[in-house]
């Protein structure tokens, strides 16, 4: 193995180590405004909606609207359903625009409805608000792990179309 060696030319061009540690910072001011202000615009086009979540709420069916592939960027297991929904479609021949996902009953006593509980997490992921009372913040805790002992909700997820 040979060794390569510089030659003095090209020692004197390279920069010195402390140049070398010069760093440049960008900051764009209200990046985090205009993030959830656009994000927030995104939600009233109702055109980029592409499904609904579904949950029990008072004995009835109360749907969602609202634009899964954007929320279930950070719901591995959500984005996954709604994908295979979408396929599972296709390949029957439905060509739907929209995909209802329904969420399994994880109501428990003296906590908030599901619809509530929906509400606050929409409300989080537009707005970047998370404003909960003691019952609700129970409520999505329990709304998380479906039951004591048992595995979480989010692998339990399970798709009903609803017609």
Not at 90 to 100: I, T, Y
Request: aromatic share 12%; hydrophobic share 40%.
């Amino acid at each position: 193995m040979t060794e390569t060696v510089a030659s003095p030319a090209v020692k004197e061009n390279l920069p010195v180590a402390e140049e070398a540690q010069e760093e440049l910072v960008y900051e764009f001011e209200n990046y985090k405004d205009q993030f959830y202000e656009n994000f927030a615009k995104l939600k009233d086009l109702k055109i980029f909606n592409d499904g609904s979540l579904v949950c029990i709420s008072n004995e009835k069916l109360v749907r969602f609207p609202c634009n899964i592939s954007a929320i279930s960027i950070a719901v591995p297991k959500l984005n996954q359903e709604f994908y295979q929904a979408k396929r599972t479609m296709v390949q029957n021949g439905f060509m739907h625009s929209s995909v209802d996902l329904q969420l399994p009953d994880f109501r428990q006593e003296g906590t908030s409805s599901a619809e509530t509980a929906l509400r606050i997490i929409f409300q989080f992921v537009f707005n970047a608000k998370f404003n909960v009372s003691p019952n609700d913040a129970l409520f999505l805790r329990w709304g998380y792990y479906s039951r004591p002992n048992q595995k979480r909700y989010s692998e339990h997820l399970h798709i009903n179309r609803i017609s």
